[in-house]
């Protein structure tokens, strides 16, 4: 049974970005779900309307060459009998609003591949199994594909492969999912956008209301938690200052500015340039006029503050 219609376009050209505006993308789900940590359901609205996110053209570069060396380690080292086929864009024939763009697929039985790149500061987050975005990604794309099982291989810092196996979660797909993107796609269909997400998208939709009410109880706890969260944040850089200066001290007494592990470096210690600033005040009295011409009110951003009892009024 085909669940899908392949998509002929050619990626990265005007009539492959056009396809993706036509429907969600496998890898726009988890974004839809608020389960992304790089984009959220309005960036994925605006996309669909032609307002796109900027991208680092170096870094798709580098993601696109890579599925080169990432498919060779497959075949040559993963231990995997498996001759991996050419990718292509697909459309769901039961759901159109979702589209996947599978990076390679294997036959008997057919099966599609998700290549990714992780850099070794963050290949740590591979180390419990596939991220929860990218197992949201690989799902969409099983349903899209109709299959049961899925491939995932990550290349971390340039050096390490790893190979991931992630089955088919239909309760997943049919309780959460699936209403998920209908609902986003009902939306964007009436022109209703999502609500704000993170405080850019808050700022934007912000009105100043002067308005108070009483907090209610649940939310009276978050206050407290996030209270707590930043007390404990400034306990920790005291810490992490205190062994700054621990350090820096066994430097100064051995008159060393570098530490090293096995020939490689491990941490550094030196002095640079202080910070050139303008006194923008004295400025102002000098040059008024000129400080008028020159001076841009930045955009207004939200601040929030939480007061300890005696503070409020």
């Known amino acids: 049974m085909v669940t899908y219609e392949v998509v002929d376009v050619v990626p990265d050209t005007p009539e492959w970005e056009q396809e993706r505006r036509n429907s969600v993308g496998a890898s726009e789900v988890a974004a839809v779900m608020g389960l992304s940590p790089y984009a959220t359901a309005l960036d994925v609205y605006r996309s669909k309307q032609g307002v796109d996110r900027e991208f680092d053209p170096l870094l798709s ?3 696109h060459e890579s599925e080169h060396i990432i498919h060779k380690w497959v075949e040559e080292f993963s231990g995997v009998d498996v001759k991996l086929e050419p990718a292509f864009m697909a459309r769901s024939a039961a759901y159109p609003f979702l589209h996947a763009s599978f990076d390679r697929v294997s036959s008997i039985p057919f099966t599609t591949w998700q290549f990714k790149t992780a850099h070794h500061y963050t290949g740590h987050k591979w180390d419990e199994g596939i991220p929860t975005d990218i197992r949201i990604q690989v799902q969409a794309e099983m349903l899209v594909a109709g299959t049961q099982r899925a491939a995932v291989v990550v290349w971390i810092g340039g050096r390490e492969f790893r ?10 797909i049919d309780d959460h999912m699936l209403p998920a993107l209908t609902t986003f796609w009902e939306n964007l269909q009436a022109d209703v956008a999502p609500p704000p997400a993170n405080v850019a998208e808050m700022a934007e939709a912000w009105h100043d209301s002067g308005d108070e009410m009483e907090a209610p109880e649940e939310l009276q706890d978050r206050i407290e ?3 707590f969260l930043l007390a404990s944040a400034k306990e920790m850089e005291a810490d992490a200052n205190k ?17 090293t592990v096995g020939g490689k470096t491990l941490l550094t210690y030196k002095r640079q340039n202080g910070r050139a600033s303008f006194d923008g005040k004295r400025f102002r009295e000098e040059h008024p006029d000129l400080a008028a011409e020159y001076t841009q009110q930045g955009a207004p951003y939200l601040v929030m503050r939480t007061y300890k009892p005696k503070e409020t009024k």
């Open 61 to 63: 570069f580098i993601g």
């Open 225 to 227: 938690q996030r209270a």
């Open 243 to 259: 062994i700054r200066d621990e350090l820096g001290a066994f430097m100064l007494e051995h008159n060393v500015e570098k530490f």
């Open 163 to 172: 190979l991931f196996w992630e089955d088919r979660d239909d309760r997943f």
